[in-house]
């Protein structure tokens, strides 16, 4: 234990030198980290505290909605987190190059786990933590709540975050255990394909009421949340924690709190002492180069691969190749990716069970564009997520790219081309099947694909440069590429750059469909929009390329 101890110290260390040395970092990095965070924290519980307060107010049904919600809240939270600690449990485990050195040290292997687990809670959780922070505030505002309940809030999340460590790692120790190794991602795949389908199927469809009883309404529409009030579910004791605190209900919320801190210990001893009775061994089978024969014979690859060898230089097709080959043989990548595009797959088509007025032209204008705005950013986030730490990611290999015959500005050409088409093929038919199942005009169906188009020559040119501009080839991972200043400053362009174009578009759409305006002028402030939007788009993918091409033709591989 005092081993163990002695790392986090080390970590502890490191932590505080690189928040010392914020001060000394360029000043854009300290103006675009700091808007970053203040931006999320006082924007976010605005339009939080604006939303709790707008619910609390209807009557009388709006305190049992927000209460619901709160529960359907941590629910989702005890979710995601489950997943979190799974996919940076494999990479804190088994992938990162600190692990290799840590079992040369004098340890025991269960201190090395002990110390990987705590690792994986911490890193699982902090931004959770971080984006929960304006829902807490805000809802204790709205509920009159005393300091009491901010206090209690915080003591009561680190069971409740120990425990969904303790299931992602259970479930991730289980999975490699049990399933044979060539066969893991076949059946990831099946697993995936299975909960999207669970998923949809479980999902409410809307329906007209004929009763006007405003609480038949609310019973009905709050039954379909029932499954966050199950009191197996360490996110209902968590939400039921939270209500009985502001209740001044002290005595209730003690008796939750020790139920999830019984829980959260008893799973620790259990998981601790079978994941490092296993751990050794499968760390062993995950480091072994034996499994490259199940990443062979892939026909549809071979035919994709000999296309492509006609169509372009073997040079650019190698780079492609290699791409998409590490991004297939990592499961943290790829199931990341199908969990963010399943979700905003999952939302397009739930749009045909929505019942509003298709007839009515500002609602159907008002729900595309924010349908537009929500794909649009989800490709903002895989965009970040997987196509920036493309250059980064080679590592200290990166000069075996720079031995490539022809121009180094060509890696980047490629990299930005292949990226672009793959972002077009993800967003254009959601785009398409979205403006079909809500039945858009010919004018609506057209700016919503021009913007689709542009925002994914926009945000793959932003991504590709930016990640050419902030390479970090010392980091182990893409998530903690991402998590660097580069990664914070493309998200952060690429929601700005998202927020004016689908905003501009989205008011090109409301004069369209509502205003009775000549056609000449229609047409003269329809071209109009066109050209501002795409010269701003040309614009940013230029200097964001431009800059990125400039940092690698200067840099010493």
């Known amino acids: 234990m005092n081993k163990t101890l002695t790392l986090f110290k080390y970590r502890f260390i490191q932590a505080i030198r690189k928040v010392i040395d914020f001060k000394n970092d360029p000043l ?11 931006g999320y924290l006082f924007g976010g519980f605005f339009l939080l505290y604006k939303f709790f307060n707008f619910v609390n107010s209807i009557t009388p049904v709006g305190g049992i909605i927000l209460d619901r919600l709160f529960y359907v809240y941590f629910f989702i939270l005890f979710i995601m987190l489950i997943v979190s600690s799974l996919i940076i449990g494999y990479s804190t485990f088994f992938r990162i190059r600190e692990t290799e050195f840590l079992f040369y040290l004098p340890l025991k292997i269960s201190e090395l786990w002990l110390y990987k687990f705590i690792k994986v809670i911490f890193m699982s959780s902090w931004a959770f933590l971080f984006l929960s922070i304006p829902v807490v505030i805000s809802f204790g505002i709205v509920k009159k709540a005393d300091i009491y309940y901010y206090f209690l809030t915080a003591i009561s999340l680190f ?5 969904t460590s303790c299931l992602g790692v259970a479930v991730l120790f289980a999975f490699l255990k049990i399933v044979p190794k060539k066969y893991a991602k076949y059946f990831l795949t099946f697993f995936f394909m299975v909960m999207i389908y669970t998923i949809f199927q479980t999902i409410p469809r809307g329906t007209y009421y004929e009763s006007t009883n405003i609480i038949f309404i609310i019973n009905t529409l709050l039954k379909h949340t029932d499954i966050t009030l199950n009191k197996f579910l360490p996110s209902s004791w968590m939400a039921g924690q939270q209500l009985m605190s502001l209740e001044r209900d002290y005595k209730g919320f003690f008796s939750f709190f020790l139920l999830s ?10 998981i601790y002492y079978f994941a490092s009775k296993v751990y050794p061994k499968l760390y062993t089978e995950e480091r072994s180069h034996g499994q490259k024969k199940y990443y062979r014979n892939i026909k549809l690859f071979q035919i994709i691969r000999k296309i492509m060898d006609r169509l372009f230089p073997r ?19 790829w199931s990341q990716f199908l969990v963010f595009f399943g979700l905003i797959f999952l939302y397009v088509i739930n749009l045909k069970n929505m019942k509003y007025d298709l007839d009515d032209p500002f609602w159907k204008n008002l729900i595309t564009f924010f349908n537009l705005g929500a794909v649009c950013l989800t490709l903002a986030t895989l965009n970040t997520r997987f196509i920036f730490p493309l250059i980064s990611i080679e590592g200290q290999r990166i000069w075996i790219l720079g031995m490539i015959p022809g121009r180094r500005r060509d890696i980047i050409y490629i990299k930005y081309f292949y990226t672009a088409i793959l972002s077009i093929i993800m967003i254009v038919p959601l785009t398409i099947l979205s403006n079909f199942i809500i039945r858009s005009s010919l004018w609506i169906y057209f700016l919503s694909i021009l913007t689709a188009l542009l925002v994914s020559l926009t945000l793959s040119a932003i991504s590709v440069g930016l990640g050419a501009l902030y390479p970090d080839f010392k980091a182990e991972s893409p998530s903690e590429i991402v998590s660097g200043f580069g990664g914070t400053l493309v998200l952060v362009l690429s929601i700005m750059y998202i927020v004016a174009v689908v905003g501009i578009e989205g008011y090109i759409g409301h004069v369209l469909v509502i205003t009775k305006l000549s056609t000449p002028v229609l047409w003269a402030l329809f071209i109009t929009a066109i050209l501002v939007i795409v010269s701003a788009s040309f614009i940013t993918s230029y200097l ?3 800059a990125g091409i400039k940092n690698i033709d200067d840099m010493d591989f």
């Open 315 to 333: 040079k650019y097709v190698a780079i492609i190749t290699k791409d998409f080959t590490s991004f297939v043989r990592d499961p943290m990548q």
């Open 28 to 38: 854009l990095k300290q103006l675009v980290i700091s808007f970053f965070i203040f």
């Open 159 to 163: 069971p409740f975050l120990v425990i």
């Open 261 to 270: 801190l019984s829980n959260a210990l008893f799973m620790t001893v259990n």
């Open 544 to 546: 964001s390329l431009k």
